[in-house]
């Protein structure tokens, strides 16, 4: 080999070198999802000159699962493709390395994002793991049939899928993290702590325009023996099944809270205290007609609950609002002990 092939070779490793260096940089400290992939596939494209660019992901991952909502996002939506397990296994099989096609492409088209149709003359699939599982693919075409062909040295291709999913991680790492510190781990809803911080926002903006902002307290009714006769085990399953049925009933707008132990909130933007009243009067009936099965036997399900509305004349602050409900749920659970 003539001595400035060596150089021209060596310089042209040296400025893949730098290219990585600096998608690296770009992407490391990114530790949520939307920014994390949206920076992922801007930088690629730009940096190593891909015209097109795009994730294709197992939805039935578990990793995957808060990407789902990413899928109808403005900017993501041309860049994320959610597919099942077994359509994505037929495209791209588990070899841990990356695929170079540039002939018979047609079956690819089904990794594009909905809707997307671009033509491309050779595309290269790298795998993105996690934790060693396979997880979805980053997917680079360009209109070159020459680009990324199957005699194309790969070795650069699979440093980026050690550096993407290496960055992955970090990502889910610190998402996760994040969940936990605003959500129940029995239940999955926001706990106190997100609680508060939606109040503080709700109240605030309710006052400001005036608007209606209603807070139900909940209390789950003869807990304490659902755990002595049963025990724990289904008392954890009878609040997962409370939590379930109450994200269900309610509006993408409100919030719902497990407060601590069987207590629970439900925060309801723009609901006066009579629609509020009738809302709560009917999840409790439906909570009384849809009793748990806990294997041979059917767990009744009474809830009791105080309502307090923003409007109100005694309620001046968030924690006004809050104890009032609180109020107003113990004198109604005092009432029904009064009349056995």
Known sequence: MRHDTLIER??????????????????????????????????????????????????????????????GSSRLRHRLKLLAQEQFAELCPDSGKPLLV???????????????????????????????????????????????????????LERLAVKVSLCLSNVVAHENLQHLAFHDPLTDLYNRRAMEQHLEREFARAQ????????????????????????????????????????????????????????????????????????????????????MTWHEAQIAIRISFGIASVLEDRVDSPQALLKLADDRLYRKKQERKTDG
């Open 10 to 71: 060596f310089r042209e490793n040296e400025q893949l070198a730098e290219k990585f260096h600096l998608l690296e940089t770009r992407i490391l400290g990114v530790l949520n999802f939307r920014d994390f992939f949206q920076e992922l596939l801007e930088q690629i494209g730009e940096i190593f000159a891909v015209p097109q660019v795009w994730l294709s992901l197992i939805a039935s991952e578990p990793a995957v699962a808060p990407l789902t909502r990413l899928a």
């Open 102 to 156: 540039n002939e018979d492409l047609a079956p690819f088209q089904g990794l594009l994002p909905d809707g997307d149709r671009f033509p491309f003359k050779s595309l290269a699939l790298v795998p993105v793991t996690l934790d060693g599982r396979l997880i979805g693919s980053l997917n680079l075409a360009d209109p070159s049939p020459r680009r990324f062909h199957p005699g194309y040295n790969p070795v650069h």
């Open 208 to 291: 400001r325009y005036r608007t209606q902002l209603a807070l139900v307290f909940i209390d789950l009714d003869l807990f304490k023996q659902v755990n002595d006769t049963y025990g724990h085990d289904c008392g954890d399953a009878l609040l997962q099944y409370l939590a379930d049925g109450m994200r269900r009933m309610c509006r993408s707008s409100d919030l719902v809270t497990r407060l601590a132990g069987d207590e629970f909130v439900l925060l309801l933007p723009e609901t006066p205290l009579d629609k509020a009243q009738l809302f709560s009067e009917r999840m409790a009936q439906r909570f009384l007609d849809q009793p």
